[in-house]
Protein backbone atom coordinates (compact mmCIF):
# COMPACT_ATOMS: atom_id res chain seq x y z
CA UNK A 1 0.00 0.00 0.00
CA UNK A 2 1.23 3.28 -0.88
CA UNK A 3 0.17 6.55 0.26
CA UNK A 4 0.48 10.23 -1.51
CA UNK A 5 0.64 13.16 0.53
CA UNK A 6 0.61 16.76 -1.34
CA UNK A 7 2.32 19.59 -0.21
CA UNK A 8 3.16 23.42 -1.21
CA UNK A 9 -0.83 24.37 -1.79
CA UNK A 10 -1.97 28.03 -1.22
CA UNK A 11 -2.96 31.54 -1.79
CA UNK A 12 -1.06 32.96 -4.77
CA UNK A 13 -1.09 36.62 -6.67
CA UNK A 14 -1.88 36.84 -10.28
CA UNK A 15 1.85 36.13 -12.39
CA UNK A 16 3.24 34.19 -8.71
CA UNK A 17 4.88 30.85 -8.16
CA UNK A 18 4.10 27.89 -6.10
CA UNK A 19 5.13 24.37 -5.79
CA UNK A 20 3.93 21.87 -4.74
CA UNK A 21 5.07 18.29 -3.66
CA UNK A 22 3.98 14.64 -3.79
CA UNK A 23 5.62 12.43 -1.01
CA UNK A 24 5.24 8.61 -2.27
CA UNK A 25 5.63 6.50 1.59
CA UNK A 26 5.57 2.44 1.30
CA UNK A 27 6.45 0.25 -1.03
CA UNK A 28 6.92 1.69 -4.68
CA UNK A 29 7.81 0.07 -7.53
CA UNK A 30 10.41 0.86 -9.93
CA UNK A 31 7.76 1.59 -13.13
CA UNK A 32 5.82 4.28 -12.51
CA UNK A 33 3.41 6.90 -13.84
CA UNK A 34 2.90 10.27 -11.34
CA UNK A 35 0.35 12.97 -12.56
CA UNK A 36 -0.69 16.03 -11.50
CA UNK A 37 -4.58 16.34 -11.65
CA UNK A 38 -6.69 19.23 -10.96
CA UNK A 39 -10.53 20.05 -10.20
CA UNK A 40 -11.88 23.75 -9.78
CA UNK A 41 -15.39 23.48 -9.01
CA UNK A 42 -18.14 22.68 -11.22
CA UNK A 43 -15.25 21.15 -13.79
CA UNK A 44 -14.00 17.74 -14.69
CA UNK A 45 -11.21 16.59 -13.06
CA UNK A 46 -7.99 17.17 -15.69
CA UNK A 47 -4.86 15.87 -15.69
CA UNK A 48 -2.14 18.92 -16.02
CA UNK A 49 1.15 17.23 -15.95
CA UNK A 50 2.11 13.30 -16.04
CA UNK A 51 5.59 12.27 -15.53
CA UNK A 52 7.14 8.56 -15.86
CA UNK A 53 9.85 6.93 -14.20
CA UNK A 54 11.82 7.33 -17.14
CA UNK A 55 11.47 11.11 -17.13
CA UNK A 56 8.72 11.28 -20.10
CA UNK A 57 6.87 13.93 -19.38
CA UNK A 58 3.35 15.71 -20.83
CA UNK A 59 1.27 19.11 -19.71
CA UNK A 60 -2.03 19.96 -20.76
CA UNK A 61 -2.17 22.87 -23.37
CA UNK A 62 -3.15 25.34 -20.75
CA UNK A 63 -0.04 24.85 -18.51
CA UNK A 64 2.65 24.47 -21.23
CA UNK A 65 5.49 26.75 -20.83
CA UNK A 66 4.33 27.65 -17.17
CA UNK A 67 4.37 24.75 -15.04
CA UNK A 68 7.04 21.95 -14.70
CA UNK A 69 7.12 18.74 -13.68
CA UNK A 70 9.84 16.40 -12.08
CA UNK A 71 10.46 13.71 -9.43
CA UNK A 72 13.30 13.00 -7.04
CA UNK A 73 13.12 9.27 -7.01
CA UNK A 74 15.30 8.70 -4.21
CA UNK A 75 12.89 10.63 -2.37
CA UNK A 76 10.13 9.01 -3.91
CA UNK A 77 8.92 12.65 -4.60
CA UNK A 78 7.47 14.59 -7.95
CA UNK A 79 6.80 18.35 -7.81
CA UNK A 80 5.35 20.57 -9.87
CA UNK A 81 6.54 24.09 -10.47
CA UNK A 82 4.05 26.44 -11.06
CA UNK A 83 4.86 29.79 -12.78
CA UNK A 84 3.09 32.50 -14.19
CA UNK A 85 -0.26 31.41 -12.04
CA UNK A 86 -3.58 32.93 -13.70
CA UNK A 87 -6.55 32.82 -11.77
CA UNK A 88 -8.21 29.99 -13.74
CA UNK A 89 -5.70 27.58 -12.47
CA UNK A 90 -7.45 28.07 -8.99
CA UNK A 91 -8.42 24.47 -8.11
CA UNK A 92 -7.86 21.48 -5.53
CA UNK A 93 -4.41 19.64 -7.03
CA UNK A 94 -4.59 16.07 -6.59
CA UNK A 95 -0.95 13.72 -6.83
CA UNK A 96 -1.65 10.21 -8.56
CA UNK A 97 0.49 7.20 -8.83
CA UNK A 98 -0.49 4.96 -11.79
CA UNK A 99 1.08 1.46 -11.77
CA UNK A 100 -1.78 0.24 -14.44
CA UNK A 101 0.83 -0.11 -17.57
CA UNK A 102 3.54 -1.52 -15.83
CA UNK A 103 2.98 -3.99 -12.72
CA UNK A 104 -1.34 -4.02 -12.52
CA UNK A 105 -3.97 -2.28 -12.38
CA UNK A 106 -3.00 -0.46 -9.23
CA UNK A 107 -3.34 3.10 -8.89
CA UNK A 108 -3.42 6.19 -5.69
CA UNK A 109 -4.34 9.21 -5.30
CA UNK A 110 -3.94 12.20 -2.15
CA UNK A 111 -6.02 13.79 -0.66
CA UNK A 112 -5.52 16.85 -2.87
CA UNK A 113 -3.81 20.53 -2.17
CA UNK A 114 -5.59 23.66 -2.47
CA UNK A 115 -4.09 26.43 -4.71
CA UNK A 116 -6.17 29.89 -5.14
CA UNK A 117 -4.79 32.29 -7.47
CA UNK A 118 -6.16 35.93 -6.45
CA UNK A 119 -5.75 39.38 -6.30
Known amino acids: QVQLVESGGGLVQPGGSLRLSCAAS????????MGWYRQAPGNQRELVAAITSGGSTKYADSVKGRFTISRDSAKNTVYLQMNSLKPEDTAVYYC?????????????WGKGTLVTVSS
Open 96 to 108: RLDYSDYVGPMDY
Open 26 to 33: GSVYSNYV
